[in-house]
């Protein structure tokens, strides 16, 4: 059964069967896509977690702090925070002072990290193209509105379900 507002939906077994088979479908997804972009962007000394990183702040139109970055990729802020690290580590990023938080610093893009982000892209060029040309472009379209569809969806269901609680 599903929730709607205060109205309770009732949802088949067959229904649920569909929401199952796409979730299942995105996890297989997901991990394609980490394996593919570790592929791609070995080369150039990144990870596809590097990569998302760098990614983030790439489509950023200002700096972001660690949590904002975790926050918009939806991963943790502890392995955004690792993540970080390691690219400060290699110049392709800094971390400056956040004139709004005291604690949390910018993540910053270098110039290095900029030119490995370009180069990245260009290497997924190949891969992109091949899945615009199979797809096109408004099915992708319809593809981007379902998953924007689910994220607002399960962050509406997380931010109404109390935190589980552990008997000691």
């Known amino acids: 059964m599903l929730s709607k507002g205060r109205q309770a939906v009732m949802i088949t ?28 962007v070995r ?52 971390f400056e002072p956040n004139p709004h938080h005291r604690r949390a610093k910018l993540v910053v893009l270098t110039p290095a990290g900029r030119d490995v982000l370009t180069r990245a892209e260009a290497a997924s060029r190949p891969l992109d193209a091949r899945i615009l040309n199979r797809i096109g472009r408004e099915r992708l379209a319809v593809a981007m509105e379902v998953l924007r569809h689910l994220n607002e969806i399960i962050d509406e269901t997380l931010a109404t379900t109390p935190a589980p609680t552990h008997p000691d």
């Open 43 to 94: 080369p150039l000394g990144l990870t596809t977690a590097w990569w998302q990183v760098l990614g983030a702040l790439g489509y950023s139109p200002v700096p972001l702090p660690v949590a904002h970055i975790a926050r918009n990729m939806g991963l943790t802020r502890q392995a955004v925070q690792r993540v970080s690290d390691l690219l400060v580590e290699q110049g392709f990023v800094t």
């Open 13 to 40: 077994e067959d229904a649920q069967k569909n929401v199952l088979e796409l979730v299942l479908a995105v996890f297989e997804t997901n991990g394609r896509l980490v394996d593919a972009g570790n592929t791609l």
